[in-house]
T-cell receptor
C-alpha cells in the first residue's frame, strides 16, 4: 500500500542552524501539508500546499519557515534559523482529491 | 477559530469491552472529520473519515458518528483488544477545500488483558 515517507527520522541541530525536513508524498496526491507536535501537546497545522504554491498557513509558519516541491516527488520544509521552541515532531501529510489525509511517520527535531 | 476537544483524556478498560470516545468542535462549518490512531512515538494512522454530509462511517469494529448541529463526533470501538491500546485523535477539516486539520488533544486508551 502506498505511504508517505519522511527523512530523517531524527535530527539534532544547534540553535540558529538551518534544517531541511524531507517528505515523499503518495505519488498521485495533489495536496500536501506539514504539521508539528510539540511533546505532550496537540498536533498543530503549519502549512498546506497545492498547485505549487502555499494555499494556507498558520501563525506559526513565519518567515523562518519555507516549503518547496523541488521535483515531482519531494516536498520539503526548511527552517532557516532554528530556535529551541522548534523542537517537535514534524509530520508531512498528503491527500488526493478524496479527502483522507495520510500522514508520514514524522521527523523528530531536537534543537540544542 | 475552530477548537476541538476530546474526552476523556484517558481511558482504561478490560479486554472485550465496548467503548465510546468523544470529540466536540466549536465551528459546525467543518468540511469533514477524521479519526486517527497514534502509537507512542509514531505517526498518525487514519481510521475513519466522515464527510460533513454523512452521519456515520464504519470500518470493522470501529464506528464513527458525526452530529454537526451539536458539534460532536463519537468513535465507538466494539469488543476492544489489547492491540487497540493507543492514543486516538479526532481532527476537523476547515471550511476551505484545502483541508487544514484542527486536532483534539487525544484520548489515551489502554485495553488490559
Amino acid at each position: 500500500e502506498p505511504e508517505v515517507t519522511q527523512t530523517p527520522s531524527h535530527q539534532v541541530t544547534q540553535m540558529g542552524q538551518e534544517v531541511i525536513l524531507r517528505c515523499v508524498p503518495i505519488s498521485n496526491h495533489l495536496y500536501f501539508y506539514w504539521y508539528r507536535q510539540i511533546l505532550g501537546q496537540k498536533v498543530e497545522f503549519l502549512v498546506s500546499f497545492y498547485n505549487n504554491e502555499i494555499s494556507e498557513k498558520s501563525e506559526i509558519f513565519d518567515d523562518q519557515f519555507s516549503v518547496e516541491r523541488p521535483d515531482g516527488s519531494n516536498f520539503t520544509l526548511k527552517i532557516r534559523s532554528t530556535k529551541l521552541e522548534d523542537s517537535a515532531m514534524y509530520f508531512c501529510a498528503s491527500r488526493a482529491v478524496q479527502e483522507t489525509q495520510y500522514f508520514g511517520p514524522g521527523t523528530r527535531l531536537l534543537v540544542l | 477559530k475552530q477548537e476541538v476537544t476530546q474526552i476523556p483524556a484517558a481511558l482504561s478498560v478490560p479486554e472485550g469491552e465496548n467503548l465510546v470516545l468523544n470529540c466536540s468542535f466549536t465551528d459546525s462549518a467543518i468540511y469533514n472529520l477524521q479519526w486517527f490512531r497514534q502509537d507512542p512515538g509514531k505517526g498518525l494512522t487514519s481510521l475513519l473519515l466522515i464527510q460533513s454530509s454523512q452521519r456515520e462511517q464504519t470500518s470493522g469494529r470501529l464506528n464513527a458518528s458525526l452530529d454537526k448541529s451539536s458539534g460532536r463526533s463519537t468513535l465507538y470501538i466494539a469488543a476492544s483488544q489489547p492491540g487497540d491500546s493507543a492514543t486516538y485523535l479526532c481532527a476537523g477539516a476547515g471550511g476551505t477545500s484545502y483541508g487544514k486539520l484542527t486536532f483534539g488533544q487525544g484520548t489515551i486508551l489502554t485495553v488490559h488483558p
